[in-house]
């Protein structure tokens, strides 16, 4: 059984057997590996993000919390690598940070031998990596929209205008090289695109956005879709 079925088979044992756990003991027997196997393979899925708990002492063991698994992960090295690639080459993309975080969860529970293919593919995989806006600005972007609450901002304009706005994020774009912030200015009382790399500071306030909708931000460019289109 390879590394990846087996961490799956191993979630959903977990999974079935509930609040009464498994003996890290009694789990190397069912997957025929030893008790040190079982417990690094614990650790990936635990990395990966699935709630593995652990009991210590007599009649312990591990479980899993009910209702949840952790589908098989299949990636081919060359879907490893560009998923890689495409998070290193935009650094300044929203929620690229968690992006990276997610992939590594991914890495980590492949099965040994696809991921020192992938690991060697990546390194023949070079990316021009621009700088980016600093991590704590990016964050404030990200979690007004994903709270959809008003961002204060400090903004310059193209022509050296500084101004501070406030702002109802209603989409992240990106366009002719630059990553935008489009939301309604409450200064401008309009719909306004704002260069995030032109966004001198950036904070969340606690008022809720008043429900402005992307219809309002006007027809997209024709080859623009949102990114889980999958290529349609």
Request: charged letters at 25%; one cysteine or more.
């Amino acid at each position: 059984m390879k590394r990846a079925e087996r961490l799956h088979a191993l979630s959903e044992m977990l999974r079935r057997n509930g609040s009464r756990g498994c003996s890290a003991d009694r789990l190397a027997r069912e997957f025929s590996v030893s008790v040190r196997t079982v417990k690094r393979d614990l650790a990936a899925l635990e990395n990966s993000g699935a709630p593995v708990w652990s009991r210590p002492g007599p009649g312990g063991g591990y479980g899993l919390a009910v209702g949840a698994s952790l589908p098989p992960v299949t990636l081919s090295p060359a879907q490893a690598v560009a998923l890689m690639a495409a998070v290193s080459a935009a650094p300044d993309a929203p929620y690229a940070d968690l992006a990276a975080a997610g992939i590594q969860k991914i890495l980590d529970v492949l099965d040994p031998r696809t991921r020192a293919r992938a690991d060697e593919l990546a390194g023949r995989v070079w990316v021009n990596a621009i700088p980016s806006s600093s991590r704590a600005l990016r964050s404030a972007l990200e979690e007004a929209m994903a709270e959809q609450r008003v961002i204060r901002i400090r903004y310059t304009s193209r022509d050296g205008t500084t101004t501070t706005r406030d702002v109802e994020p209603v989409l992240f774009a990106s366009t002719n090289g630059h990553w935008y912030l489009v939301g309604w200015c409450r200064l401008r009382n309009a719909m306004r695109w704002f260069i995030v790399s032109r966004i001198e500071r950036a904070s969340v306030t606690k008022t809720a956005c008043t429900g402005h909708t992307i219809q309002e931000v006007g027809e997209p460019p024709a080859n623009a879709r949102p990114v889980h289109g999958r290529g349609e």
